[in-house]
């Protein structure tokens, strides 16, 4: 899909300098459609603009995924939510002292939305990370 985009091109290997992962604050952006069961499920045909903040003192039990594709494997997330959120893991790091600190708040999206599309929810995905001080994400695409 990527290599659809006119002008795209992969050139070199990106820098990007900064603190040890022991000082950064990180937040998990996930592309496994899940969100809180309190939460609007995802939208057909909306997927480029749909997302869900989850926050980040959430329980993993209180997630749920609403992924719209018949071809999408629910069995890991059924079996441990920490699979495609790994938000249990990640509190361990930062207890350890291997993260610096968890963001307040955490991003799900669907998997299935096309890339040109998602540049305005991914500019105010990137102003709410901000804004939260984030300075280093775990993707998990799913």
Do not use: C
Not at 122 to 138: E, F, H, Q
């Amino acid at each position: 899909m990527l290599e659809e985009i006119p002008g795209f091109g992969l050139h070199g290997r990106p820098w990007v300098a900064g603190p040890s992962l022991r000082q950064r604050r990180v937040a998990i952006v996930t592309t496994s459609g899940i969100h809180r069961a309190s939460d609007a499920p995802y939208a057909d045909g909306a997927a480029a603009n749909d997302y869900r903040v989850i926050p980040g003192d959430v329980s993993a039990d209180e997630l749920v995924m609403s992924h719209l594709s018949s071809n999408f494997d629910r069995t890991g997330f059924q079996q441990d939510t920490n699979v495609v959120f790994p938000i249990d893991r990640m509190r361990e790091l930062a207890a350890e002292g291997i993260i610096g600190s968890l963001a307040d708040f955490h991003y799900a999206v669907m998997g299935a939305a096309r890339v040109p599309g998602l540049e305005p929810t991914a500019r105010r995905m990137a102003g709410m990370l901000k804004r939260d001080a984030v300075d280093a994400v775990l993707l998990t695409p799913v």
